[in-house]
């Protein structure tokens, strides 16, 4: 929700997917869901026609979530919820990149933004979830009733499609 009293501008939006390292033990009609990084880089992770898999299918994985206070840390929990299972968590972290980078090495799945991922993620598979929108849109906000610098106003420009 957007406050009352700004100003907001579009900057940007991401999709979160479920990141899983490749060591995992998955059965091999779910990695056929698998989105690769080079995938995410051609835009499919934000294609309504790339096919989803369901959280159920993951709920024997350990999980890296995010701490309260965190909006991924609400969906995820809606997410659970409503799949009917809460996952086996392994640990909690503030950071969205700290989770990703310990996915990365092995540790255990987590969920990651599509923006995030890179040639250092070459050892996760990703997946699109079927039971949760997790499209999240950015905006940039600027106080209605107050000076905007120069500096931020150029700024907010370059944002504009």
Do not use: W
């Amino acid at each position: 929700m957007i406050r009352k009293h700004t100003r907001h501008y579009p900057a940007f939006q991401d999709q979160i997917l479920l990141a899983v390292p490749r060591s995992a033990d998955l059965a091999e009609d779910v990695k056929n869901y698998a989105l690769s990084v080079q995938d995410i880089g051609a835009g499919c992770s934000r294609k309504t026609e790339t096919p989803t898999v369901s959280i159920t299918q993951f709920q024997n994985l350990p999980f890296i979530l995010l701490t309260p206070g965190n909006n991924l840390y609400k969906r995820c929990q809606a997410l659970f919820q409503k799949a009917g299972f809460m996952p086996h968590i392994k640990l909690m972290l503030s950071q969205l990149a700290t989770a990703q980078r310990l996915a990365e090495h092995g540790l255990a799945a987590t969920f990651v933004s599509d923006a995030m991922v890179g040639p250092t993620s070459q050892d996760l598979l990703f997946f699109k979830i079927a039971e949760a929108d997790f499209t999240r849109s950015f905006h940039a906000l600027l106080p209605d009733k107050e000076f905007t610098p120069y500096s931020v106003r150029a700024f907010i420009q370059l944002l504009k499609p």
